[in-house]
């Protein structure tokens, strides 16, 4: 009897069994987490930029307005008011212009009143004219400027120095136009008159 064993042919082949070429083929449990976590974490930072972006865009939106027009306006208002008060080149240029048509009209027969109207009160009138239009003009301008918010969204407010330039425009008009009824309509100084005129 025979009790020699002959090794089993092609044995290293025979050690492979296809579960052992499943087990190699199928990743490992490390790696498979390795590509998930990476897979969250790609998500995530696309989330996280998507977020970003949004609240950037929502800033930008809530942001308050720079007001540049308002505080404009509200600066020219002030000057106007300012120009109406000290005078300006327009004044002089219209009241020289008065005075020279009314001289034009006089005649050799006219007396010292007429005289005094042409020299004196055309021209006084004519600056007051003036003066009364860059008042109106303030005032018009300033109160723009303190109504625009009402006119767009409630919550919306000019800054401070914006409505103090634009309150400061409004009293500089309303001073100007005052003195305009009072020097046009000869209240605040009397037309003076030759004595012995016309007699």
Request: aromatic share 6%; hydrophobic share 50%; glycine share 6%.
């Amino acid at each position: 009897m025979d009790t020699t064993k002959t090794p089993a042919p092609n044995a290293a082949e025979a050690d492979t069994t296809p579960a052992d070429l499943v087990k190699a083929e199928t990743p490992q449990p490390a790696e498979a987490e390795a590509e998930a976590d990476s897979a969250v974490t790609g998500e995530a930072t696309d989330t996280d930029l998507d977020d970003d972006e949004a609240f950037a865009d929502d800033q930008a939106d809530d942001a308050e307005p720079s007001h540049v027009g308002s505080a404009a306006f509200a600066i020219v208002a002030a000057g106007l008011g300012v120009v109406a008060l000290s005078g300006s080149w327009v004044a002089g240029i219209v009241s020289e212009r008065a005075s020279v048509a009314a001289r034009l009209e006089l005649t050799q027969a006219a007396d010292a009143n007429a005289q005094i109207a042409a020299q004196f009160v055309d021209p006084w009138h004519s600056t007051a004219m003036v003066n009364g239009i860059f008042s109106a003009l303030a005032l018009i301008v300033a109160t723009f400027v303190l109504a625009l918010p009402a006119f767009s969204s409630p919550e919306r407010t000019l800054p401070t120095w914006v409505r103090s330039v634009s309150w400061a425009g409004i009293g500089l008009g309303a001073v100007g136009v005052l003195l305009f009824v009072l020097m046009y309509f000869d209240l605040l100084l009397a037309i003076p008159k030759a004595a012995g005129a016309g007699a």
